[in-house]
């Protein structure tokens, strides 16, 4: 059975996103108000999109103080499994979870280099031999 499932993840700062789906390799579509699913069009105030995949990732308000929006998408049935595997962890068990920690990561690792460039650092990244990220933060020049 399909559905839409809403994720909380606290997206806050669009520009962090927008260059974490850039290093992902999708599309993100600012100011999309609606993102496809199997029920059909779904209202969003932004979008996500897979080349070749017909489902997409909307965000929609996270009903905040602070502006900011959650993750919706349709990941169990279809074209939507292609978004689990894209966005989502592999689990040891062999499944997917439905948190987004890829596309989490890449917006967590965008964040921490904004905000130290903002305060005038430089902010190096590498990948360790097990995959992780390394941010390395210097001192202002």
Not at 104 to 122: I, P, S, W
Request: charged share 25%; proline share 1%.
């Amino acid at each position: 059975m399909s559905h839409i499932e809403t994720v909380q993840v606290h997206i806050a700062d669009l520009e962090a996103l927008k260059a974490a789906c850039k290093r992902m390799g999708v599309d993100f579509r600012e100011g999309q108000k609606t993102f496809v699913s199997y029920t059909g069009q779904n209202r969003c105030e932004h979008a996500i999109h897979v080349e070749g995949v017909l489902y997409e990732i909307g965000l929609v308000d996270g009903q905040t103080k602070v502006k900011s929006w959650n993750l919706c998408a349709d990941l169990d049935y279809g074209p939507g499994i292609e978004l689990k595997k894209k966005f989502c962890r592999l689990t040891d068990t062999g499944s997917y979870t439905h948190n987004y920690e890829n596309l989490m990561d890449a917006y967590a690792v965008e964040v921490l280099k904004r905000k130290a460039r903002a305060k005038g650092y430089r902010a190096v990244e590498s990948k360790l031999p097990n995959g992780k990220i390394k941010l390395t933060v210097y001192g202002a020049n």
